[in-house]
């Protein structure tokens, strides 16, 4: 059966082949993004309550509901507990935490009168694990995994069901939206994304058949599924590995 969907940050990386994996589906998607850019259907700047009110309408008067919003859009940051801004803090909770607070507020009130519907929040495999030097985005991250749970137990009684997604570094164009003076976390995360085998249109995949399948918790690629499962299952390994790592941007840069 087709799916009205609504994907934020379509314009590339994820958000356009989340896009692209749901209309060769089947489904009729509207994509948005903060800038018109091709492939956009409505502009939407998460960060705006204003843009919000207006896909709501733009919802109802297209398709009269919605099946499944995806709160997609996002931005990187990050940078050592001394090093991170309370400005960069700032920055980095508005778009990752209240952007899509603000997406899920305004359109819960639709998917309760229809008692239906699907919420997809894209956070990271940094809500789940922590590496150091990530603070701020980890801390966003989190909320986001805590904010979806919280969702999914809320609304369960409206027929609503909330899923989170948690994917590795994949290769995307994420990385133009980092800000942090922290340069040295910037460039180990660069790294490791375009190190990275993974593609978007790989985690789009895996994330409609999260969402087929039910999944609360969207896990997408094996890089993510392991350092998961390591967490839990062997902490010292874990916080060995993660210690590591920190002591890798202390060689980067002091």
């Known amino acids: 059966m087709s ?30 993004d903060r800038v018109a850019a091709e492939g956009i259907d409505l502009v939407l700047d998460i960060t705006s309550d204003a843009d919000w009110a207006a896909a709501v309408e733009a919802v109802r008067e297209r398709w009269g509901g919605l099946d499944v919003l995806v709160n997609n859009a996002g931005v990187a940051g990050g940078g050592r507990v001394d090093r991170c801004t309370l400005e960069e803090w700032q920055w980095i909770t508005d778009v990752n935490l209240f952007g899509l607070v603000r997406g899920t507020r305004a359109f819960v009130p639709v998917l309760k009168e229809q008692r239906s519907g699907h919420l997809v929040n894209v956070a990271s495999l940094a809500g789940l694990v922590h590496p ?76 409609l058949a999260g969402i087929d399948a039910g999944e609360d918790v969207i896990v997408p690629d094996e890089a993510a599924r392991q350092a998961y499962f390591l967490k839990w299952a062997d902490r010292p390994a874990y916080d060995a590995i993660m210690r590591e790592q920190a002591a890798k941007l202390r060689a980067a840069g002091s």
């Open 132 to 207: 150091g030097g990530m603070g701020s985005y980890n801390a966003t991250k989190a909320a986001v995994v805590a904010f979806t749970e919280t969702c999914g137990h809320e609304l369960a009684s409206y027929g609503i069901r909330a899923s989170v997604v948690c994917p590795s570094y994949f290769r995307t164009n994420l990385m133009d939206s980092m800000r942090g003076s922290d340069e040295a976390v910037g460039r180990l995360v660069a790294g490791l994304v375009e190190r990275s085998e993974v593609t978007a249109d790989d985690v789009a995949a895996a994330v």
């Open 3 to 32: 799916r009205r969907v609504l994907v934020t940050g379509a314009a590339s990386g994820l958000g356009a082949a989340l896009v692209a994996a749901f209309r060769a589906r089947g489904d009729e998607v509207l994509a948005t």
